[in-house]
């Protein structure tokens, strides 16, 4: 049996397509989105990461602003441009990159942005309304991954969904989103015994654990759907996700590439979450 392909970039491209009309039809309406990506540091990672946030939102006829700050700035110099981006009318959307250096306190500073222009959906206030089954923005990496799913036609309700790995930004949200379309969901981190186990009774597989080639085929349920969040750079270069593609592709129905599986989605959903915020900030109807 070989999985079939889950294809991200394709995916993306239809999604692209329709927030590219939408941006036009508010722009009839006087209305520019704006995106601002605030990077503090010099992280080699972030830098190509913002980078490829700006070239989407040109891409799309959404207004990037890119904050570039030295390493040394300091708490109150960055909440200060998470203040004036809150106040600016034509700032919908804000987002900080992650990693910030570590004299500065991320919590405070995700805080400090605006709910309304919380993009990246890792405000308390977003998170919250996540778990109460009703959410407004939704960190991009996880809705991203519930896109592809339903892109696909593949249904959730009733199937048996394993997340591998808790992060605020993808297994905590991921684990909230499928359990709110009906899957019985369970989540695996470092301390789960049995792992194995656990992710072979997984109809749906979503793995973020940020360790190469971690799930083999031996681990997966024969036919099932397996997401790989992880994006590795191995010592020769090359990407690699969480999950062994060779062995696992024989035994899994459904299966995303790295690159080219759940990536393009990210950017994507950042996109629509733009055009979410200013339909909430100008209060306009959803398209
Ligand atoms: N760093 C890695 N992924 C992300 C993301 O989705 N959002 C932000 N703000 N920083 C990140």
Redesign the pocket.
Known sequence: MSAKIIDGKAVSKVLREKIFNKTNALKEQGIVPGLAVVMVGEDP??KI?VKNKATACQDMGIKSEVIRMPHSTSQDELLDVVEKLNKRKDIHGI?????IPNHINEKEVIERINPLKDV?G?HPENVGKLLSGNPYLI???PYGCLKLIEHYGYKIEGKTAVVVGRSN?VGKPMAVLLLKENATVTICHSHTQNLANITRSADILVVAIRKPNFITGDMVKPGSLVLDVGMNRLANGKLAGDVDYNSVAKVAGWITPVPGGVGPM?ITM?LQNTLEAVYEQENLLRK
């Open positions: 990672a972030s990461y987002l900080v990159q992650l990693p990246d890792f960190s991009c990496t930004i990210t950042l």
